[in-house]
């Protein structure tokens, strides 16, 4: 595997605990053992040991069940286990799977990631955010993704024009369908369906029609997975700009502004 099919499967978005990075995989979900290392690797709080419990399994139940997910596939899953080598072999889990786990290791580690969590999602702006209202956090995105659009013009003119499969790759101004969701305030599945009803994804695996891809309101990046008998698997996935955020928005203005705080102390530019 090469060094670039590496970095596509465990680039992370800086968040470290203890020392410890936690990879996260294509989906944005986060590594497990990785936290588990991060606690201290203490045998009784292995990764498996908490999966199995109640509380686990009746959380990853009511995650699923929530997000009335399209399908089964492993880009929608709660927890997701990935086999093989190269740095990418783990069981993955979404953001809320790891506060639990950090709960149930103990208080002190809950708190460290909680704080370590906080750090890497906000950034000081000039006004005062509350940071535990997940309403502003979502203002404040929409904000950002107007700085996006205005980077995303200027590196298009200072460089060229290129076929799609070469310019595949992943980047720091765009985020998963699954995260992009809930920062607007949609259910994954909903959003998702959105964006293929209005016509800028299509197939089962919801990618996005070239001339949006051209237009920069989204990147295909892959994923490769590698089997227990060394095969791989490339399945491509969608991650949407901070661009193809703001067309979104502008296109469902009526379906946003009703999942969107009436009152956050932030405004957005809907045209």
Known sequence: ?????????????????????????????????????????????????????????????????????????????????????????????????????????????????????????TKPVEEELKLNDPAALRGYLLIYTEKVIALTKELEEQKPKVEFFDGVHRSVNSLSLRDAAKSLGFKPSVFKTQLVQDGLLYGKNALPYQRYIDSGYFEVAQFIHKSADGREFVRPYTRITGKGCQYFVNKNRAEFLANAPRQSGLSFEIH
Request: proline share 1%; glycine share 6%; net charge neutral.
């Open 1 to 121: 595997m090469s060094n670039k099919a590496k970095t596509q499967i465990a680039q992370h978005n800086g968040l470290t605990i203890a020392e410890t990075v936690i990879r996260q995989d294509a989906e944005g979900r986060y590594c497990i053992n990785d936290l588990h290392r991060a606690a201290g690797g203490e045998a009784r709080h292995r990764p498996t040991q908490w999966l199995r419990t109640k509380i686990a399994t009746d959380l990853v139940e009511e995650l699923e069940n929530s997000d009335a997910l399209i399908s089964a596939s492993e880009q929608n899953q709660s927890v997701s286990v990935t086999k093989g080598g190269d740095g990418i072999q783990g069981t993955y889990v979404v953001k809320e799977l790891v506060y639990a786990y950090a709960m149930w290791i103990s208080a002190a580690f809950h708190l460290k990631v909680i704080r370590a969590y906080d750090a890497l999602v």
